[in-house]
Nanobody, 122 residues
């Protein structure tokens, strides 16, 4: 069974930066596409960014435009989400997911990590 483990969350002040990591236990057809989602208190899971392992197929939600960048390191089975100029609305649990093909919806992903908390304070 594929396992995804996120790390890198924490407490930062407005304008700060964080880099989230997600390590994949193994590469299978269900990890062809990797994605980042977030879930703020009282809200549903929201798409942030996605990428294949070659980096040729990518997607990014408008919410992170100019501030969130996803990257992949196939040699380490790891994907990253670099977040800069964080705002209070960025506060959420950030989840890593994997699926067979590029997707921006939750139901396009087969496996999920447990999430990492990002809290942005004034």
């Amino acid at each position: 069974q594929v396992q995804l483990v996120e790390s890198g969350g924490g407490l930062v002040t407005v304008g700060g930066s964080l880099r989230l990591s997600c390590v994949v236990s193994e590469r299978t057809s269900d990890t062809n596409n990797m994605g980042w989602f977030r879930e703020a208190p009282g809200k549903g899971r929201e798409f942030v960014a996605a990428s294949g392992w070659s980096g040729s197929s990518t997607a990014r939600a408008p919410l992170g435009k100019g501030r969130f960048t996803m990257s992949v390191d196939p040699a380490k089975n790891t994907v990253y989400l670099q977040m800069t100029n964080l705002i209070v609305k960025s506060t959420a649990v950030y989840y890593c997911g994997s699926g067979y093909k590029m997707a921006t919806r939750v139901d396009g992903y087969s496996y999920w990590g447990r999430g990492t908390q990002v809290t942005v304070s004034l």
